[in-house]
């Protein structure tokens, strides 16, 4: 079946919100656990996220009006439920934005000429991503579209290019001692509900394809952190550096981090705004410090007194984001099931009792406490 453009548009918002700076860190902590260890959290906590994605797609179909999480969360559960969810969802987002920032300043150093601070340019990042969020859902579509068309090919041209270096036997590694240190990054890097109700919006009108959008949006991540860790860890062993497209120091792998930070940037920021905007209902000035002053002085902060490095941004934000907000929204939607829109089924309706509700959140609960005390 052939599908237009509103449903790649829609399919590489999801994908775009959830490659970002999650990605860079993965060869380094698949290097340190073991590329074995790598790929079985990054199968069992992608399946995870699948079923999220679509619980959340779920509730998006059922409910009336637009809402961002938070506002689900209080139209089902009560108040309580939206402080938390929003707690989750902000700390997530806030913690993503933080490390592309930082990301985006030690990138752009790498490839500009001369000897210029990574806090300058992560300022100047900050500033076009502002200037950018002014454009709305159109350029939305346009720079996820392309944004993760780019990062694609980018990708499958390194890989390409480095097949033939690339060592097996890095492939076959396992490090019993290391074993669960992947759940918090590759946790954050498939973080991407967050989109899913603009998801909703974007594809409106053709809502029967809502299901398989978000199931390729969330497939196409995990298809390309494969690929992606497989040349690093491949080639370089354990000898992976926290931002891994700066381990080769070449221009290619140096834009590649740049694209997958740019797109997430963009469309978490759009999140933050619409949250402050439909579910808080604040003014223009509150949203605009909330999407973007807020985030620069925690950045500033952070570089200035040296408190928190790449990877660790990652990891907490990871376990504390994804199990705060993934098991609200397991819960949303199973309260949701009481409800219809428009009194219809909604196009995507998923088996979510409480035995699945309890595996996942004892799933998400153990990786938390692994993070912090593992």
Known sequence: MKYNKKFWATTFTLSGATIGAGILGLPYIFAKSGFLSGIFWLIVLGAVMLFINLSIGEVTLRT?????????????????????????TMFGIYSALLAYLIGEGESLSKLLPGDISPIYLGIGFWLVMTLLLREG?????????????????????????????????????????????PIGIVLFSLLGFTSIPELRNEIKGQEKHLKKAIIIGTLIP?????????????????????????????????????????TSYFVLSFSIKDTFKYDLKTSKKINFIATSIIPLLIYIFLIIFDIFDFVTILGIGGVISGSVTGILILL??????????????PEIKVPNGWLMIGLISLILISGTLIQFFG
């Open 64 to 88: 009336k009006g637009k809402h961002q999480l938070s506002g689900y969360a209080k139209k089902y559960l009560g108040s309580w439920a939206q402080k938390l969810m929003f707690f989750g």
């Open 137 to 181: 859902l159109k350029s939305l579509k346009k720079i996820e579209t392309y944004g993760v068309i780019a990062i694609t090919l980018i990708i499958l041209g390194l890989f390409i290019r480095f097949l033939p270096q690339i060592d097996s036997s890095n492939l076959l590694t396992f490090n019993s001692a290391n074993f669960a240190a």
């Open 332 to 345: 949303t939607n199973k309260k949701s099931k009481n409800y219809t829109r428009n009194g219809k089924d």
């Open 222 to 262: 995990i298809i390309l952190y494969i690929i992606f860790t497989s040349i690093f860890v491949g080639i370089l062993g354990k000898n992976v550096t926290e931002i891994a497209t700066l381990s080769f120091g070449g221009p290619a792998m140096t834009i590649l981090g740049i694209f997958t930070m740019l």
